[in-house]
């Protein structure tokens, strides 16, 4: 029998805590430090609105090659960025505009790219947003974004202590929170915080820890996750906010499993110190959680790597997800319980 | 053996729905439909358009002026100028005022619905301003919006595309799918094309240069007709003084045609009118030989030629060196009929056939090379068990596409990246089942004892774990938008479907092999 981790193991992870705690302090941090100087995440053109257009060449050519002879016909104001592999010889041509008819322009940037590189170049795709659309597009993702808290916000109020009144109340007071908030008329992104900040303070006073872990947890993995997005230089773009959306719901998944574990093992084992049971639940699901992280890394990485250009930064996000919200279910949301418990006795 | 025989029937029914769903995709049968592939993987163009609704209340107003003026001059009722004036509003001046209560008695029985904004009856020449009812504006609105969907449905029917996708979007967007439309620009000027066909006379009297200084006779405009020399590839431009008032519309024409002038050898357009439409050329016509008629097409002047005769057969030709395909789109634009108002394209993604192809492509290798990964490693690490599981997984993935076919859902790039992800996630049930039944089995349980509590204690957690991405995935189905809806419609099959084969599928498997084969070592 194969096994990743021996039976009875027993690291101690509670330990490891202060460690993890200035870790995750850093990385958030380094995100919001890193939002600061960058003024805002970029956004691609769902967002900002805005034409790409994808060529293909049939010889190598280089992108100032490619700027060059644009400037030359007097299209300034582009971007040119090299698009998968360097054998495909693939471009992505970024522009604002996106008052002149697109096919034209495409067609005239075809005829002076194919006329300078003695290359015949395809255009393969071409998208154009207006400013309009934009605006739309980033609502859109905003309420999704805001909405996936707040359903995911309530289930897990009431999943772990399973005191549904308690949770009544607490959506309620939720939902008038953020509808108070709403009619000051403030955007979408001011919402999405005072929901998250009315959450912390709901969950403090009604005292629900198992839901403060996850909810703390899940803020972690996708303020992390946008952290490394941004990092990477990378665009915002509709897939990207699924991936984070998918992130949201699929971090939750390891933090209800050693939650679910660590409420069995105070059952079984009422006279231990909560350290312990911790140690023992985190010990007791990381097979599990290592294996299923695995398997989803794994096909991640396939995606990765072989899925193209169109998924690659899509698989990137899902992946620093994945791997930061292991993490974070084994060493954010179980010593938040333990923190808690502390305070609790003083 | 009650429960084996439940989840037996189950697993069969399921199986044998799936596969009839499935089938269609593969090898063309009754009854289903083949599951629908994205614009992003066989190819085309999307565009999202704009009608300007308001430019439909203005002419709307514009119509109504001029009845107003025919009425009021039948009526006697002295008036300097009837008009539309910024804001979507109308404006009255009259002659005199003494005409104030006759207008005001005309106004009372013909246009009751009319809002009055504002009234200067102490001016030599009273003014008033109106405007229309809002519940008059919303419906003309939604009217263009109507008509404009169904004209530009029309010309794409016509114009031979297969499967376009067309409807509205939010109060006045139309969104359309194209696929395999590979002449975006020509599907887009034969979209786009307002094709408001108007006759008007010419002004011969008039004063061109004082024209083009903005000095125009009253009830004229000045409209230019456009021409590229085929010789120099210039640009030439004939002004125009036109009467305002348009004769006859392209809303009489009944067909038309590209044919070949027989003299020129170029292709022209022949409208036929509707017996309307006839008897109102024919009376132009006969009033106004040796004057010149001018066909305008969105406000430019195709051809301007001279009135020799009375014309009563109802036929009309519009020449202006087309090309061929000029001619053909221009002949679909007016068969079809005008757009109530003028587009914009707001959003436009045009992808090309071998971009589309590669994605496929990648699509499939990505999920095979995901597929093999985990199914060697789920074999390798639970033996018989991972076989188990990874039967189920392989089940999991035609009933993704059974739900696809079955909900009409469209597959696209992001989709496949949703079956991926199913891939990797849908084994995390039977991890945590096996996990389970490994410590029970440590504990020192019989194998079907082992299997029972595994599978009891796994199933609520198996079944929280999978709630919260089904949110998310909702709430992405939800506010989601074409290549991002098709990943979380996979998601959401993905999510379900795991559940069933999970804890139905392998649990009937396991029962399967220790009731059935009374295996005493249980392989996990």
Known sequence: ?346 | MNSISWRLATSIGVLLTAVILVLPSFKPMWPHKKINLGLDLRGGMQLVLEVETNKAVEGNIDRMAEDMKSEMRKDRIRFSQIERIKGERLQVQLGSQDMINAFDTFLNKEYPDLRELSRDTAAAQPTFVYGLQEKQVAHIKNQAEEQALETIRNRIDQFGVSEPDIRRQGSNRILIQLPGVVNAQRAKALIGKTALLEFKLVDDNADIGAAKQGQLPPGTELLYKVVRNPDTGRIERTPFVVFKHALLTGRYVSDARVQIDSRTNEPDVTLDFDRKGADIFANITEDNVNKRLAIVLDNKIQTAPVIQERISGGHARITGNFSMTEAKDLAIVLRAGALPAPVKVLEERTVGPSLGADSIHKGILSTIVAGILVIVFMAVYYRLSGVIADVALALNIVLIAAGLAAFKATLTLPGIAGVILTIGMAVDSNVLIFERIREELRIGKMPMAAVDAGFDRATLTIMDSNITTLIAALVLFQFGTGPVKGFAVTLSLGVVSSLFTALVFSRYLFDLLLTKRKVKQLSI
């Open chain 1, 1 to 346: 029998m194969f096994q990743l981790v021996k039976p009875g193991t027993n690291i101690d992870f509670v330990r490891l805590r202060k460690f993890a705690y200035t870790l995750s302090l850093s990385l958030i941090l380094g995100t919001f430090l890193l939002l600061w100087i960058e003024g805002g995440p970029k956004e691609g053109i769902d967002f900002v609105g805005g034409t790409v257009i994808q060529v293909r060449f049939t010889t190598p050519v280089s992108i100032p090659g490619i700027k060059k002879s644009l400037t030359a016909q007097h299209i300034t104001g582009v971007t040119v960025q090299r698009f998968g592999n360097a054998e495909n010889n693939e471009f992505l041509i970024h522009t604002d505009r996106f008052d002149m008819p697109t096919d034209k322009f495409s067609a005239k940037l075809a005829k002076i790219l194919s006329a300078d590189t003695k290359s015949k170049v395809e255009i393969r795709r071409v998208e154009m947003v207006g400013p309009k659309v934009g605006k739309d597009l980033r609502d859109k993702a905003a309420y999704a974004l805001f909405y996936t808290l707040l359903f995911i916000t309530i289930y897990i109020s009431g999943r772990f202590e399973t005191k549904w009144m308690v949770s009544g109340a607490m959506v309620a007071a939720l939902i008038g929170g953020v509808y108070l908030v709403s009619l000051i008329g403030l955007g979408i992104y001011y919402l999405i915080g005072a929901a998250l900040l009315i959450t912390l303070v709901l969950f403090w006073f009604l005292d629900l820890r198992y839901a403060m872990g996850a909810i703390v947890a899940l803020i972690h993995d996708v303020t992390i996750t946008t952290g490394m997005f941004v990092f990477s230089g990378k665009e915002f773009t509709l897939p990207i906010i699924a991936a984070l959306l998918t992130i949201l719901g699929y971090s939750l998944n390891d933090t209800i499993i050693v939650f679910d574990r660590i409420r069995e093992n105070l059952k079984k084992m009422p006279k231990s110190p909560l350290r312990e049971i911790i140690n023992r639940s985190v010990n007791d699901t990381l097979s599990r959680t290592l294996l299923t992280s695995g398997t989803v890394v794994l096909v991640l990485l396939a995606l990765f790597f072989l899925g193209g250009g169109i998924i690659h930064d899509f698989a990137f996000t899902m992946l620093v997800g994945v791997v930061v919200g292991t993490y974070s279910s084994i060493y954010v949301a179980s010593p938040i319980l333990l923190a808690w418990q502390r305070k609790a006795k003083r």
